[in-house]
């Protein structure tokens, strides 16, 4: 199994509807990233948790919502989705400095309709 | 607030080239330097780093040095393949700062047979 595993790794979904995407991993790290990648903008935070009852508003937090439901688990919720969230999102788990021992997930490509 | 400046691409090479992507870079304190690298389809992978000045990172035929006096951090390699074709993107981590990783905005790299 993978590290990091995100589901789905597609989705089509349409205009204002609600989705979430979800992230589970087996490192046992405490801190969780969601990303968004769009081409030419690179990686873009959209938010963070350090543990459990720690969340964070990243760059691009506007339109999403994230629940940490355990130590393992950080999932992404677009509450009404809009084309201009299509994107590639990633998860990511941390060891927190000097290393940042970043791992990713594979990734999931939405597409809002 | 931390930043990291890239190279813009896409870059194209041919086999056997001689490679540099550019990185610099912004920082308050002591940053620790990434290289990630994302193959099509795929989530970014570490490739390399180097937490502390005049470090060198390498990985798999590639090299960086930390650079504190012109804050950069480019990557180079001697002799690309074909399978070296994918997005590569610089990082820094500050414990000073956010201690979340900062990404630039990646640069394409397609090498050619």
């Known amino acids: 199994d993978a590290d990091v595993t995100q589901t789905p790794r597609n989705r089509i979904t349409k205009t204002g509807k609600r989705i979430m995407l979800e992230c589970s991993q087996t490192?046992?790290?405490?801190?969780m990233y969601w990303y968004r990648q769009d081409p030419g903008l690179g990686l873009r935070l959209i938010y963070y948790?350090?543990?459990?009852?720690?969340?964070n508003k990243g760059e691009i937090s506007d339109g999403y919502s994230v629940s940490r439901q355990a130590q393992a688990k950080f999932s992404l919720s677009l509450e009404s989705a809009i084309p201009n969230q299509t994107a590639l999102y990633f998860c990511a788990t941390d060891t927190g400095p000097p290393s940042y021992g970043y791992t990713f997930g594979s990734g999931t490509r939405l597409t809002v309709v | 607030g931390d930043s990291v400046t890239q190279m813009e691409g896409p870059v194209t090479l041919s086999e056997e080239a001689f490679l540099t992507i550019n990185c610099t870079y912004t920082?308050?304190?002591?940053?620790?330097l990434f290289w990630y690298v994302q193959y099509p389809g795929e989530g970014l992978q570490l490739l390399l780093k180097a937490t502390k000045a005049d470090d060198k990172g390498s990985n798999k035929g590639f090299e960086a040095t930390y650079r504190k006096e012109t804050t950069s951090f480019h990557l180079e390699k001697g002799s690309v393949q074909v399978s070296d074709s994918a997005v590569y993107f610089c990082?820094?981590?500050?414990?000073?700062?956010?201690?979340?990783?900062?990404f630039g905005k990646g640069t394409k790299l397609t090498v050619n047979p």
């Open positions: 490192k046992g790290h405490d801190r």
């Open positions: 990082a820094l981590g500050s414990q000073g700062g956010s201690e979340k990783l900062v």
């Open positions: 948790s350090f543990d459990v009852k720690d969340i």
């Open positions: 920082a308050t304190g002591y940053p620790s």
